[in-house]
């Protein structure tokens, strides 16, 4: 089992920057990778970055060179640093882990297994 738990969303005008944090417990934390996905209102839980157990990471190509998944082991944490945010990033994100750990990168919704309550992002205009 791993618990997580997402901090750090807000309300930001556009052009700004956060810094969300997702904490973990339960499994040991540099055993497997982990993903950021977001939710828009009215649309689909969509995929926003992942990292691998290694240290690989992947975007979507909406926030590529905007946004920045890291890891940090000792403190059982995974981060997202959003700069130059959009009103079209408003969206409740969502950090998620896979029920196995090993070094592969994932991007599909399905193949995670543990998921935060999510914090909500607010761009405005």
């Known amino acids: 089992q791993v618990q997580l738990v997402e901090s750090g969303g807000g309300l930001v005008q556009a052009g700004g920057s956060l810094r969300l944090s997702c904490a973990a417990s339960g499994r040991t934390f540099s055993t497997y990778g982990l993903g950021w996905f977001r939710q828009a209102p009215g649309k689909e839980r969509e995929f926003v970055t992942a990292i691998t157990r290694g240290g690989s990471t992947y975007y979507a190509d909406s926030v590529k060179g905007r946004f920045t998944i890291s890891r940090d082991n000792a403190k059982n944490t995974v981060y997202l640093q959003m700069n130059s945010l959009k009103p079209e990033d408003t969206a409740v994100y969502y950090c998620?882990?896979?029920?196995?750990?090993?070094?592969?990168?994932?991007?599909?919704?399905?193949?995670?297994?543990?998921w935060g309550q999510g914090t909500q992002v607010t761009v405005s205009s």
């Open positions: 998620a882990a896979p029920k196995t750990g090993d070094y592969a990168l994932r991007v599909r919704e399905w193949e995670y297994t543990f």
